[in-house]
């Protein structure tokens, strides 16, 4: 079902409206300082002026929403075709209601933008903020560069395995940010990455993420991103949420076949659609950030088939839905996606857990949510099997063939694909 742009406007208008929202809303300075609790940063400060100054005022006075939804808006009807498929059945089916926690939900988004959006583009505040949150992770016995007793210690903050193993493995995708700093401007090369290696500048998992390593038959570019995606799908499999996972299959398989080489660029990294003064403010002349030259539509497959799988296998969805609506990735351009991609979701898995950490009544989501999810992956099965047969086999049952080879053992081949990581 393609949706028009009418239909789409209407879509997204009936969904605001139904969910208790509208484009005048204004934020609450309360629950702002809330949330800002919750997330470590009550004690944040920063020299970066123009996010010492957003801080300082979202915490005194309620700040306009209308630009927040007006890019969401331009986002959607961009890269969320899917989603909007969704949101008609969803009101349809009369899924959608009012909650304090969607409201809450509009306030992280807010707040996860200006904060991705200033450490895409801004060195300092990148290295004062990350800074930030790992001493926030020492004081509940988290040490990064420890991996093993991190992913022990984080389990009882996340709640469940994926979301432990999430948080470790973006961690080390952060060193995309790091490197070229750690470098001064030299080139990205196997002698420059053995050296920060060797001088304890970059860990071990660091390492094997920087150096990949393409022959003419095989991409291993982007192996980590592949094993993230399938960590999920195997998750979905598993938990009888079989059509979002060919999903994740779908967009793990077209990484392999169009191999997808980063280079390291200065440049800033803004929403397509923003033209308010605060995004400009956030220019920097040194920022290097990662570019992947990602195909539109599996970029738009990767942000419902990630928004369904959090719907149905997480909690705390107000603070983990914000994550893939905030303008800087929904209205990313396609080559910037996955660097933003990284940082929202560090920014977010953090945020999650800090507040398992706080003590806060879990969030478990609306009581139909596995009906919901399912309804969801039907639609995502769709657009992944176009993609799978567009940009990876056109042939006949291609897809559900490779599909059904691939899990057939979906934890072997998921091990087997984490030990050529590290072997490579």
């Known amino acids: 079902m393609n949706l028009s742009p009418e239909e789409s406007e209407s879509v997204i ?45 979202i915490v005194s006075r309620p700040q306009c929403l209308a630009p927040l939804f007006e890019q969401i ?14 949101l008609k059945r ?22 996860v933008e200006a904060i991705t959006a200033a450490m895409c583009n801004s060195p300092v505040f990148f290295d004062e903020y990350v800074k930030h949150i790992r001493v926030k992770q020492q004081d509940i016995g988290i040490d990064s560069k420890h991996v093993l007793k991190s992913f022990i210690r984080k389990l009882p903050g996340s709640l469940n395995l994926f979301a432990s ?26 002698a420059a990455i053995d050296e920060l290696y060797n001088g304890k500048k970059i860990s071990f998992l660091e390492h094997k993420l920087l ?41 793990s398989e077209d990484v392999l076949k169009s191999c997808h080489r980063e280079s390291f660029q200065l440049r800033q990294v803004y929403p397509q659609s923003a033209n308010q003064e605060f ?46 609506l905030i303008p800087s990735l929904l209205c990313a351009s396609s080559e910037n996606f996955l660097a933003v991609r990284i940082v929202s979701l560090w920014v977010s898995i953090n945020n999650s857990m800090f507040l398992n950490f706080h003590d806060a009544d879990k969030v478990t989501g609306p009581e139909n949510r ?20 567009d940009r990876v ?16 053992r979906p934890y072997f081949k998921l091990f087997k694909q984490i030990m050529g990581f590290m072997q490579r």
């Not at 999430?166 to 080139?187: H, N």
């Not at 390593?213 to 982007?222: A, E, G, L």
């Open 393 to 408: 086999d056109a042939k006949q049952d291609s897809f559900l063939i490779s599909f059904q080879q691939r899990f057939a």
């Open 90 to 111: 969803a009101l349809d089916e009369h899924w959608l209601a009012p909650s304090p926690n969607i409201i809450k939900s509009v306030h992280v988004t807010y707040i």
């Open 165 to 190: 193993a999430k948080a470790i493995s973006l961690d080390m995708a952060m060193v995309y940010f790091r490197v070229t700093r750690e470098l001064g401007g030299r080139p990205i090369n196997k």
């Open 279 to 324: 995004y400009k403010s956030l220019a920097t002349d040194d920022n290097y950030v990662p570019v992947v030259a990602l195909n539109e539509e599996w970029v738009r497959l990767y942000l419902s088939w990630n928004m369904a799988f959090i719907l149905g296998e997480l909690n705390n969805l107000h603070y983990l839905f914000p994550k893939l």
């Open 370 to 389: 596995r009906e919901m999810a399912q309804a969801w992956g039907e639609i995502n099965q769709r657009y992944a099997e176009k993609l799978f047969n």
């Open 211 to 251: 150096l990949p390593f393409c022959d003419k038959t095989h991409c291993v570019c982007n192996d980590w991103l592949r094993i993230n995606i399938y960590e999920a799908g195997v998750t979905e499999y598993k938990n009888g949420f079989v059509m979002n996972a060919m999903a994740a299959h779908a967009l």
């Open 73 to 86: 808006q331009w986002g959607l009807l961009k890269n969320g075709s899917a989603v909007l498929e969704f």
């Open 13 to 57: 208008t009936d969904a605001i409206a139904v969910l208790g929202l509208s484009i005048d809303m204004k934020t609450d300075p309360v629950l702002i300082r809330d949330i800002l609790c919750e997330a470590k940063l009550d004690d944040f400060q920063t020299s970066f002026v123009p996010m010492k100054q957003f801080l300082d005022d």
